[in-house]
C-alpha cells in the first residue's frame, strides 16, 4: 500500500482560492516507481470525476467544469502534485482525492480524501 498525504481543502468563499497538495513517498525506490496522476472530486450523491490529471505522456487533462480555473502542477523531486484551484464555484464543494499508480503495474492508489467548501 501506498501512503498519499493530501492537504490544502478547507472552507472558502466563491470566488476564492485553495492549493491541493498531493505527497506520495518520496524514498528514491518511490520516486522511480510511483506516479501520482492527479485529482479527482466526488460530491455528495454524485460518483467520483475527474478533475485534473497529468497523462503518460506528461501533458495534462482537465474536466471542462474548471478549465481555465485551476491549474495542475508538480515537483517531481518531491514526488507530490499540486492543484491550484481559482475562482472557486459552489458546485466546486466536493471531496478531493488523489490518485497515483505504480509504474508498469495496473495498481492503483488513492489518498484518503480532502473537502472543499465552497460557500456562497
Known amino acids: 500500500q501506498v501512503q498519499l498525504v493530501e492537504s490544502g481543502g478547507g472552507l472558502v468563499q466563491a470566488g476564492g482560492s485553495l492549493r491541493l497538495s498531493c505527497a506520495a513517498p518520496?524514498?528514491?525506490?518511490?520516486?522511480?516507481?510511483?506516479?501520482?496522476k492527479g485529482w479527482y472530486r466526488q460530491a455528495p450523491g454524485k460518483e467520483r470525476e475527474l478533475v485534473a490529471v497529468?497523462?503518460?505522456?506528461?501533458?495534462?487533462s482537465y474536466a471542462d467544469s474548471v478549465k481555465g480555473r485551476f491549474t495542475i502542477s508538480r515537483d517531481n523531486a518531491k514526488n507530490t502534485v499540486y492543484l491550484q484551484m481559482n475562482s472557486l464555484k459552489a458546485e466546486d464543494t466536493a471531496v478531493y482525492y488523489c490518485?497515483?499508480?505504480?509504474?508498469?503495474?495496473?495498481?492503483?492508489?488513492w489518498g484518503k480524501g480532502t473537502l472543499v467548501t465552497v460557500s456562497l
Open positions: 490518485n497515483a499508480e505504480r509504474r508498469l503495474t495496473s495498481l492503483n492508489y
Open positions: 497529468f497523462r503518460n505522456d506528461g501533458t495534462t
Open positions: 518520496a524514498d528514491v525506490r518511490s520516486l522511480f516507481s510511483i506516479n501520482v
